[in-house]
Every structure is written in C-alpha cells, then in structure tokens.
C-alpha cells in the first residue's frame, strides 16, 4: 500500500464548479498535511496546510482533515481556467524538531477546468 | 517574503563535467531540502540540512554532494552524472520550531539535462 495516494484524474470540472480533490495515508501518527499547485513545467506552489481535524478555509479553497478515517481533501469553489493545473497531496510523516521535516507526496490529481 | 531563489533556471551537461547547483531563501529558514521530480512524477527528496548540517540523505549516489554555507545557502556539486539524472532539481526551504505544520516552499528549480 502507498503511503499517499490520490486518483491521477484528469479531473474535468465545468467553469465556476466545485473541484474536489482527494488523498488518503496509511501512517497514523502523520502530522501534518499539504496542497501543493504545480502548472506544467513549474515548481509545485503551496496552496494550504491543516493539521487539525475539521475545516481550514482560504479564499475560495477549503482543506478537510479526518484523522480518524485518514483522509485529507482540498476543495476549490468557483473552479477557474487557471486552476488547471496538478495537485500534489503531501503528508509530513516525520516531524524532527530541529532536524528538518520529511515529506511524502502523492502521485498528483490532474484538474482540467473546462470553459 | 516568502521567496526561495535557484540558479541556474537550465543547465546542460556532459557526464564528464562538473557542475553546482545554487540556492538562497531569506524567510530566515533553518532547515533547507534538495529534491528531484522526473516528469509526471511527484518530487523525491536528497537531502535536508537544518541548521546548517546535513540530517537527511536519502541513499543519494555519491555523485550528488550537497553542501551549505550558511542558513541562507544551499548547493548541490555535481559530478560524473549519468543521463537518468535529468530532472528538474528543486530546492525548498522551512521552519524547524515553533509552528506546527512546517510549510516547505519551493525555488522555481533548475532544469537540468545531462548529455
């Protein structure tokens, strides 16, 4: 089993939808919780982070946590042209104080907004 | 200013040749990450430094030597580099204390092929 998985889409919302992408772990005990936006070609940008259960909201993304079932989604409200692009789910499954932070990344969802 | 800085933006190069890698954040970060992304693929970490010493290497060929200077600068030296190695090489920088998420920021990379 992968340590983070997410569906590899494409993913094809209609313009001004709501997206929804997701992203399961297998390790308990991860920390913490990241969207990263990667355009074609680019660095992955990061777009939230959460690392309680419940909702974190930003703009018109809204980051879901339940720890319980290992599960984190991202929600984009008002789906735009320029939201196309991959999201990187990334899981912090080793917090080192003072030692540098761990990461592990799905494979990426591939969201088309379709006009 | 949440900027992570890498130079070069390409760089070509021969299997014989030498080569660095360069990268600077001014977030004052104390933990800073070398990773590697292969197209349609997610990015795969090398190192972590924090506080200016290694305390991550993921099995790394010892081809790749990552060194840095001080907490602003991180340099990856290459050397002897085999084709596979192209990729586009990312450099990200984080908090080592004090929050609880660790949110990692990425440089723009340095595109890097090897003839």
């Known amino acids: 089993q992968k340590e983070v998985e997410q569906n590899s889409g494409p993913l094809s919302v209609p313009e001004g939808a709501i997206a929804s992408l997701n992203c399961t772990y297998s390790d308990r005990v ?9 355009y074609s070609g680019k660095s992955p940008e990061l777009i939230m982070s959460i690392y309680s259960n419940g909702d974190k909201e930003d703009g018109r993304f809204t980051a879901q946590l339940n720890k ?29 104080t003072g030692g540098g932070n761990k990461l592990t990344f799905g494979t990426g969802t591939q969201l088309k907004v379709e006009l | ?8 933006k390409h760089l070509v190069m021969g299997m014989t040749n030498k080569k660095s890698l360069k990268c600077e954040q001014h977030m004052g970060h104390r933990a800073m990450y070398w990773y ?67 949110e990692q920021y990425f440089g723009p990379g340095t595109r890097l092929t090897v003839t």
């Open chain 1, 30 to 38: 991860s920390q913490s919780f990241f969207w990263y936006r990667q």
């Open chain 1, 68 to 96: 319980a079932s290992q599960y984190v989604s991202l929600l984009i409200r008002d789906s735009q042209p320029s939201d196309s692009a991959t999201y990187l789910c990334a899981v912090n499954l080793n917090i080192l």
């Open chain 2, 1 to 8: 200013d949440t900027e992570v800085t890498q130079t070069p």
């Open chain 2, 36 to 102: 590697k992304q292969k197209a349609k693929k997610p990015p795969e970490l090398m190192f972590v430094y924090s506080y200016e010493k290694l305390s991550i290497n993921e099995s790394v060929p010892s081809r790749f030597s990552p060194e840095c200077p001080n907490s602003s600068l991180l340099n990856l030296h290459l050397h002897a580099l085999q084709p596979e190695d192209s990729a586009l090489y990312l450099c990200a920088s984080s908090q080592d204390e004090g929050t609880p998420t660790y």
